[in-house]
């Protein structure tokens, strides 16, 4: 049976998920859940970053133990992605026994190829980023992203020696056009190998939260060198077996820490002799209303807020209705409504109360034999390989659509006089390609599938009425 990995990124436990989290998540998930109905065995992974310094900072705020917090903390995050019908696999965790072994095998591995050496680290380092900086990544003396000043800093520390590892990454990405999508990210990523690579520090002196450094335990290992890994534990590396899965099919990220995945972690593959994922893919950013979201703007949008005002179905066909996923979104709530309103009230939503409707008025809920669906999914499975979830969408909504006018010129109301052979035939053909709807929008709105499924499945409606979707006054914000 075929094999697919996917994964996301593992995400701090400093802070509660926001609505850039769910997108990757959720876009991780639809891949998912995509793959399994191809009838491919999958590993779907998320979790939780744990080791990082903002977490010793966040700890102490509210006068907890590092340890405790993030336990609290990764909970948290499960109960998010509960809520939001992630269908992950594994939920991994950088402060788990089974993390600290395959990074430890894997530095054993990169250790051996000669790759790490210690040096002396001066510069800056930004502890929003947990990332060291040049003077050139920064904006009058600020760290771009956190708007704060990098910390000075001077000490020992080990390095890897990304350089040595150019060519072979250039090789690599001129090789396999499918590593690093989309393709503007492709180029982004090419131009930036080919101006060369710095080594990079791998260890922090003399800090007591994270993982100690294997060859030298004054040093705990940089806490991106070992998050990385993450994506080997979840397949069981070292042991045995792990070759099931790796290498991953997808790394799904955003587009902000695109650098390390399709430039430091393959380097790190290269160096302990393992295979590269196939597609790192890195996505776009969500601003809200216009605006970059950011705790001090107060306009950062919770997930979990919009999924009570819309559902979770909804919030997931929302967020990836629009934007052709690559690309910036922007959260605008009256855009947001008028889509939910016209898309899902109004397409779908009348679609399925019409047709269940004239099911039990013409035929006592009895559907008769529901024909073979004949619309082509060609486009739409084509979308999907592409990552273009705005396309695929969109073929289900040119199905939906033509079911709408298909009712709006049959007029079953009229057949219902005088051809009710005639009408039974319309109806099961409703029936059956709203049954193809429902299998389309499986891993976009499980819920929906699932709701379309057991509507029709038997050959009798049984449901009089079904509100997927109440109309929602346009104009209200949350
Ligand atoms: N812990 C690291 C990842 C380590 S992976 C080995 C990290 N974590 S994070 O909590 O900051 O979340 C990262 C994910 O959230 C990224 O995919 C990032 O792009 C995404 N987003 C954060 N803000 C976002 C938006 N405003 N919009 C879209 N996605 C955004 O980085």
Sequence with gaps: MAKFFISTPIYYTNDVAHIGHAYTTIAADVLARYHRQQGKQVLFS??????????????????????????????????????????????????????????????????????????????????????????SDLEEGLCPLHKTTPKSVKEENYFFKLSKYQQPLLKHIREHDEFVQPESRRHEVMAFVERGLDDISVTREGQQWGIPYPFDEKHVIYVWAEALINYLTVTGYPDNGYEKWWPADVHMIGKDILKFHAVIWPAMLLSAGLPLPKTVFGHGFWNADGHKMSKSL?????????????????????????????????????????????????????????????????????????????????????????????????????LIRGLNQYIEEE????????DPAHLKEVLAYLAGNILQVGQLLQPFMPHVAEEIDNLFKDGLVRQKTVILFPKRESKTSE
């Design 411 to 418: 007029k079953p109301w009229i057949i219902a006089k005088d």
């Design 46 to 135: 998320t979790g939780t970053d744990e080791n990082s310094l903002k977490v010793v900072k966040s700890a102490e705020v509210v006068k907890k133990e590092p340890q405790g917090f993030v336990d609290e903390m990764a909970v948290r995050w499960r109960q998010t992605w509960d809520q939001l019908e992630i269908s992950y696999d594994r939920f991994v965790r950088t402060t788990e026994p089974d993390h600290k072994a395959a990074t430890y095998a894997l530095f054993e591995k990169i250790n051996a190829s000669g790759d790490l050496y210690k040096g002396m680290y001066e510069g800056l380092y930004c502890e929003g980023c947990e990332e060291f900086k040049k003077d």
């Design 298 to 398: 107060g306009n950062v949008i919770n997930p979990l807020k919009v999924v009570q005002a819309y559902g979770t179905d909804a919030f997931r066909y929302l967020l990836l209705r629009d934007t052709p996923f690559g690309e910036d979104g922007d959260w605008q709530t009256k855009r947001v409504d008028d889509v939910y309103n016209s898309d899902l009230a109004d397409d779908l939503g009348n679609l399925i109360q019409r047709t269940i409707t004239m099911i039990n008025k013409y035929q006592d809920g009895a559907i008769g034999e529901i024909p073979n669906h004949s619309h082509d999914i060609k486009p739409f499975k084509t979308a999907m390989e592409n990552f273009r979830f705005d396309k695929a969408l969109e073929e289900i909504w040119v």
